[in-house]
């Protein structure tokens, strides 16, 4: 089965840039009509969509950060990574990688912390 495993820095300092890779095994990031999303949820907030990229490499944003964000891929080592630059306090925030299979299944990563401070 689909499996995702986020990678990266744990810290990150103000004005930086983060960047974090989600190594996708059990399945091809090339499958066609699969979405794969980067999601995070700052302390006591809900879930916040950040972008995705799609099975074509087409990618998509919010517009709330698309200005200060970047989604790519490396198909060859069946990878989709994220950059996000200007870094904040107000970015420290659980982030996840999933995909969403189809309409009724989408599968999650366990999340990586990032905390933004000096």
């Known amino acids: 089965q689909v499996q995702l495993q986020e990678s990266g820095p744990g810290l990150v300092k103000p004005s930086q840039t983060l960047s974090l890779t989600c190594t996708v095994s059990?399945?091809?990031?090339?499958?066609?009509?699969?979405?794969w999303s980067w999601i995070r949820q700052p302390p006591r907030s809900g879930l916040e969509w950040m972008g995705a990229?799609?099975?074509?490499?087409?990618?998509y944003y919010s517009p709330s950060i698309k200005s200060r964000t970047s989604i790519f891929r490396d198909t060859a080592k069946n990878q989709f990574s994220l950059q996000l630059t200007s870094m904040t306090p107000e970015d420290t925030a659980l982030y996840v990688c999933?995909?969403?299979?189809?309409?009724?299944?989408?599968?999650w990563g366990q999340g990586t912390q990032v905390t933004v401070s000096s």
């Open positions: 999933n995909v969403r299979v189809n309409v009724l299944k989408s599968i």
């Open positions: 059990g399945g091809s990031i090339t499958t066609t009509y699969y979405a």
């Open positions: 990229i799609s099975y074509d490499g087409t990618s």
